[in-house]
């Protein structure tokens, strides 16, 4: 019997966990990782396969990203600390959390370096293919209400959301010792209906890869706002300037005075296919559904079109009814020529801004929606 | 004849310029250079000598700090931008700026990487010795004279200076392409009477190195935010995020919600000896002048203190008359015993700070003002 590379792949992990290594699974901090793609061992990454991609995400098939060793947060005895420029410190404990209005949204996340192995040339961190982006279904309580108990002061700018993980930068400029993950969104993002403290994903409490026993998620933003292993809130009277949004997960501006190192906010439209794979074979002269998901963050997906000549010519895809902050599933057929076919999908998204045919290097490594096609051979 | 290093490295520039160089000599920009310490080839960056430390510093003695190739901004047709949040967009020519109320004020600057040769680790960036600091007599108008002509609206909050220099960054982030050198300041210091827009220093037109035919001139603060060759000058509403104030030139800061980098700002209290010199011999059992200047920024300088023994015991300098933005000389006597001696020099500005004993890592490679001690040797 000849096992393919994905088999192989696959049958790892579980011929390790055959083999006892109880200390390495625990590392992921309980991220499963069965027929993930590890983009780094330690702290775990892990990408899910592009045909995991669309509807909801099965928890343990829902990309993990970590910045750091991932700590372990007991809920047991867990307080939230809301402070700063707030009338009134809060201390709150998950019960405090689940007595008030909950509630439950479904929301993509995706890495703000979601393909970045496609940048040419490489860039600098993981070497994301396009599986890391995820859809689940998130339980817990509007940060809004939160701050609304806290009664945030006048002038309040920033909320800045604190994880408890925690490591050293070494990259330049490198922390004197450990600081904790951390990230400041606007008080209007904030207080949006789309921004959650989240204890349960997908029906389940929320797993220790994922952020437990509290995470933030921002709805329509890039991943790095929905801080995980969330311990304190601190509104602020200036806007924060964390590392992870002046060093790290910002992009060059130039729409002011002068250049500008902003932090990144909200998601981009991207369209992917999710089949055929890349230098996949197909049949010729065969109709052929190429499918794939699309999503644009705090908009709807209002077109997909499917190019099979490289992004010459464009048709229109049939797209799943579509609602922001969520995405939707797609398809567009063809039917191939013998010889090789270049398949692009361009997303566009519902205040009619499109995918951009060239990477903007102004976005670093970050923010990567251009078109990327996808080759694959008819035969 | 024996030359000393010393002598070798001032008779160089001599030989090289009689042997008739004039593309070499125009690449520093009219910096001339005769006895100053290059520090860098191209872009020209020279240091002073210690020996020149003190006064006013002549013009040609003055350290010169360039991040890019010098750009030749030609006096005739110049017109300086003020433009962004103001109520009326102002091109001023250099005649314009000269018929309104001049003043001369005189203020040190000294580069924020000054000291940084004494780092340890070794830190990136240029590896200044004591003298990347110098104090000039600047003539020029006040900033906020110019902004009241053009009316700052209300809700502003920085003033962008920028330069007409310009070049690529190469470091993490990259820009894609040339980008000015600028800095934003707040427009509190922008308004502040010691914030100039020069075009003479010593009582004669800015040199080409240092700026001309304009520059600005932030009295106390570290000399990233005298923006050279300056000619746009934007007030925005809100805080200006350019690379050389959140990549380059901003340190840790810890006081906040959390972590966060911060633009550099003050000048922070410095003495620096200079006599002896480091290395050198001393006569022993006689009565040694130990001499050197101090700065405090902002502030004046309130008491100068020397240790002869590497900092265990302290004895009060004589300090000229100071008074902020610009330093003072300084002496104290000392009678040393055969062996190796440890000077060091510790300055406490008028609101009683004092220079710290250890380096404090949060400040990367900026805003270097620890004891170092000057260690010679009395026989």
């Known amino acids: ?128 293919g396009n599986g890391g982006v995820g859809n689940a279904k998130w339980t817990g309580v509007p940060l809004g209400a939160v701050l609304e108990r806290a009664g945030v002061k006048a002038g309040a700018v920033d909320v800045v959301l604190v994880g408890a993980d925690k490591g050293a930068i070494t990259s330049d400029p490198p922390s004197p010792g450990p600081i904790h993950f951390d990230r400041g969104i606007p008080l209007a993002k904030a207080k949006a209906d789309e ?69 990144i906010t909200a998601i981009q439209p991207k369209a992917v296919i999710t089949s055929p794979e890349l230098n996949t074979v197909v049949a010729a002269g065969k109709k052929l559904t190429v499918a794939g998901v699309a999503w644009a963050g705090e908009q709807a997906v209002k077109s997909v079109e499917l190019s099979a000549d490289g992004g010459a010519m464009w048709a229109a895809a049939t797209v799943e009814a579509s609602k922001p902050l ?7 057929e063809v039917t191939p020529a013998k010889g090789p076919l270049r398949l692009v999908a361009r997303c566009t998204d519902a205040k009619g801004n499109a995918q951009p045919e060239k990477r903007d290097p102004d976005r670093r490594t970050y923010m990567i929606n251009h078109l990327v096609p996808v080759d694959v051979t008819a035969k």
Chains 1, 2 share one sequence.
Request: proline residues 6%; contains cysteine.
């Open 326 to 332: 969520t995405w939707a599933k797609w398809t567009a």
């Open 195 to 263: 921004t959650l403290l989240a204890w349960e994903m997908n029906g389940e409490p929320l797993t220790t890869a994922h952020g437990a026993p509290l995470r933030a998620v921002v709805g329509g933003w890039y991943g790095m706002a929905a801080v995980k292993w969330l311990t304190r809130v601190v509104v602020t009277d200036r806007p924060h300037a964390g590392f992870w949004q002046t060093m790290d997960y910002s992009v060059w501006d130039r729409s002011g005075a002068s250049p500008q190192v902003v932090p």
């Open 1 to 128: 019997m000849t096992l393919s590379r994905r088999e192989l792949l696959r049958t790892v992990p579980a011929a390790a966990l055959a083999a006892g290594l109880p200390r390495f699974a625990s590392a992921a901090g309980g991220a499963g990782g069965d027929g993930m793609i590890v983009r780094m061992q330690e702290p775990r990454n892990l990408e899910t396969p592009l045909a995991d991609l669309g509807g909801v995400t099965p928890t343990e098939k829902f990309f993990v990203r970590s910045h750091f060793a991932v700590p372990t947060v007991e809920a047991k005895g867990f307080t939230l600390a809301v402070e700063g420029h707030v009338e009134k410190k809060l201390e709150l404990a998950l019960d405090d959390l689940k007595k008030m209005a909950t509630v439950t949204r479904e929301v993509t996340l995706e890495c703000a370096g979601n393909g970045r192995v496609f940048l040419v040339p490489q860039g600098r961190g993981l070497q994301w």
